[in-house]
């Protein structure tokens, strides 16, 4: 495993122990997708991907806060839908019906891209399948990136339960 990318890109590399369509279905069947995606504590009540190129993408992340739950939603249009290859699309900041927001609505720092793209690489290794995670426009060190590797170890955790059943 490497946790490593440039200052505008976090860029993280797995090898999980699943076949390779298992790992395309992780990142493409949204009930797979709501089982594992986020940072530790957070739930995905919904996500909506119409997986192909031009298709759109609308998830929203709920976390617990002392106040209560507090819903982020994300929209992104699918860029390049290689089958178990290559899946990229960007993301950005929307409301529920995927209206994207202004930065200084989101609560980001100045600076922070409006838009996001995500690149996920899938290639087979004996079984195995070696992931490559680039999402440009997230520096490397952010509470994104962190967000990113607490995902990235629940994927793993849950690919492990499923390959059990």
Known sequence: MTDNGSADAVKIERIVDAPLA??????????????WYGPD?????????DVRVGGTRLVCMEVQTPN???RMWFTGEYREVVENERLVYTESISDENGHVSSISDTGMPEGHPKTTEVRVELADIGGRTKMTLTHSGIPQGSPGAAGWAMALDKLTAYLAT???R
């Open 41 to 49: 504590g957070a739930t995905i009540p919904v996500a909506k991907m």
């Open 22 to 35: 298992l790992v395309w279905q992780m990142w493409t069947d949204p009930e797979h997708f709501k089982a």
């Open 68 to 70: 209560g739950p507090m």
């Open 162 to 164: 499923y390959s059990d």
